[in-house]
C-alpha cells in the first residue's frame, strides 16, 4: 500500500507579489509532493509567472515563505538560504524550462556544450564521460546523435526546446518549473513535445510545476492543478476532477470556452 | 489474489450520496441528479445500475471514481485494511486509491497522442510497478483475447473505430488485479462475440472476488452478469423536473 506520510518536496505558504500597487499573485498556499505534476492554469495576466518565479527564487515574493525539502531531508526556507547555497540548488536539484528556448539555452554553444555544461556545473570533468552522457540525453530527447555539435540557432523550434528539456534534465533533478513548455510550438510540434515530456517525467519519477494557459498539457501532463485568477487561486483539485466537474464560476468559464480536453 | 476472498466483505458503501451541478455560466442554476444513494458492494458481488438515460447511473459512477465531486455523503472504500472516504479523501489519496485498489472502464476512451494501444493498455501495470516487458506481454494477451487485429496493437487508438477503442479501454481496466471495478457500458459498441468475451471475464473477476458495479443497457449482458441491480430513480432528486 502507498505510503502518505511524506513530507512534501515544495512548500508554499501565504505567498504574495506585488508590483507596486498592482498584485502579480496573492496569499497563495500549496505543497507538491516528490514524483508529484502540478499544473498552474489561469488566463493571461492571472498571476502564473509571477507565482513560478517566486516559488523557484526568481523573484523575491512580498510575503509569505516557500520551503524546500534538501536532499539530506532537512527542510529548508528558500529565502532564508544564502545566494551561493540557492545557485547551488538550482544547478543541482532543479530544473527550469522558459517557453522561449532562447532563455533557457546558450545559442552560440553547440548542442553538447549545452547539456555538458551543466553536467560540469555539478562537478564532473571526464571529457569522455560528458560527451557520452550529452549524446544519451540527446536521444532520449530525440535529436540524432550528428547534430552534437550543431548550434541550437540551427535547430527548429521544437528541437530547441527538446535540447532545453535535456540541459535541465542531465543533472537529474528532483523538481523541474516549466512556463508554457510548449507556447511558441506548432500543433503537431507541441503533441510530440508533449508526448516526450509524459514519458521522461513518468519515467524519472519527477516532480513538476508547468504553467500553462492550455488545459489539454494540463490534462495530459498533471495529476494536480490549481486555477489561477486575478493573482489568487479559485480552484484546485484533482485534474481530472476540476476539468470534468469544475466547480468555480471562473473554471466553469475556463472549461466550456475550449472544444473538448 | 492474496488471500482466500470473504464475500461477506464490504467493497464499497455509498451512504447518502447527492450530486447537484451549480451551472454557474446560467445564472447558478441549481441541477440536482441524484439524492441520497445509500448502498453496499461486496466482494465478489457484480452490481448493476439501472435506470432510465438521464437518471443519473454514470454520475453515480464517476462520484465513486473520484472524478465528479461528491455534493453530499459519504464513499467508503475498503482500499489495504482500511475504509476511506473517497468523497473526502485528497487529490493524493484518491490517486492511490485508484493506482491499488478502483479501476475504470470509462464509456469512452480518452486517448492520448502518440501512445501506442498495447502500452495504453500496459499503463496500469507500469504504475504499480511491473516492468514494462512483462506488463506489455500481458496486455498483448488481453487484447488478444478481445480480438483487436495484432497489426493495430502499436498504432496509437485514436484513429480506430468506436469497438476497437472500447476494447482497448476494456483490456486497460481489465489487466490489473484491482479489488473494485467500475464500469460504464464496455459493451455498448461491441458485437455479440466480443459482448460474450467481456461476460466471461466480468465472471471470472467475480470468480476473484472483484466487486463489480456496471451501467449495462444491453438485456443479454445485463441478465448475465448482474447479482443485483439497483434501480437509480430511487434516488431522484425530490424537485428535479
Ligand atoms: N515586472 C512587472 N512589473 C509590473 N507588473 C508586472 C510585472 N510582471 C507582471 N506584472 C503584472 O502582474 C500580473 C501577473 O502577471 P504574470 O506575468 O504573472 O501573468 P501570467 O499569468 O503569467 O500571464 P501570461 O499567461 O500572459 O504569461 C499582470 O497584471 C502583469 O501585468
Ligand atoms: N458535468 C456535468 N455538468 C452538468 N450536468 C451534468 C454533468 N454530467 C451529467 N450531468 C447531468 O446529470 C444528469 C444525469 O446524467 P448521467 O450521465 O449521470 O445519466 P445516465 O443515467 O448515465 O444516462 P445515460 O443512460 O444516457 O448514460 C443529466 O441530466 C446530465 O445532463
Ligand atoms: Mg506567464
Ligand atoms: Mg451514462
Known sequence: MTMLDETPLLSVTGLSRYYGERVGCRDISFEVYPGEVLAIVGESGSGKTTLLNCISTRLEPSAGCVSYRMRDGESRDLYRMSEAERRLLMRTDWGFVHQNPADGLRMTVSAGANVGERLMAVGERHYGRIRD????????????????????????????????????????PRLVFMDEPTGGLDVSVQARLLDLLRGLVNDLGLAAIVVTHDLAVARLLSHRMIVMKDGRVVEEGLTDRVLDDPQAPYTQLLVSSILQV | MPDPVNRDAIAVRASSLSKSFCMHLQGGLELPVVEGASFEVRAGECVVLGGPSGAGKSSILKMLYGNYAASSGEILIRHGDAMVDLAAASPRLVLAIR???????????????????????????????????????????????????????????????????????????????????????????????????????????????????????????????????????????????
Do not use: C
Not at chain 2, 476497437?164 to 462475440?193: C, K, M, Y
Open chain 2, 99 to 241: 493506482r491499488e485498489t478502483l479501476g475504470y472502464v470509462s464509456q469512452f476512451l480518452r486517448t492520448v497522442p502518440r501512445v501506442a494501444a498495447v502500452d495504453v493498455v500496459a499503463e496500469p501495470l507500469v504504475a504499480r510497478g511491473i516492468d514494462a516487458g512483462t506488463a506489455r506481454e500481458r496486455a498483448g494477451l488481453t487484447l488478444e483475447r478481445l480480438n483487436l487485429p495484432q497489426r493495430l496493437w502499436q498504432l496509437p487508438p485514436a484513429t480506430f473505430s468506436g469497438g476497437e477503442q472500447q476494447r482497448v479501454n476494456i483490456a486497460r481496466g481489465f489487466i490489473t488485479d484491482h479489488p473494485v471495478l467500475l464500469l460504464d457500458e464496455p459493451t455498448a459498441s461491441l458485437d455479440a462475440a466480443n459482448r460474450r468475451v467481456v461476460i466471461e471475464m466480468i465472471a471470472e473477476k467475480k470468480a476473484q472476488g472483484v466487486a463489480q458495479i456496471g451501467i449495462f443497457h444491453d438485456e443479454e449482458v445485463r441478465e448475465a452478469v448482474a447479482d443485483r441491480i439497483i434501480d437509480v430513480r430511487g434516488f431522484a432528486p425530490a424537485h428535479a423536473a
Open chain 1, 133 to 172: 552522457t550529452a549524446t544519451h540525453w540527446l536521444s532520449r530527447v530525440e535529436i540524432a546523435a550528428d547534430r552534437i555539435d550543431d548550434q541550437p540557432r540551427a535547430f527548429s523550434g521544437g528541437m530547441r526546446q527538446r535540447l532545453q528539456i535535456a540541459r535541465n534534465l542531465v543533472t537529474g
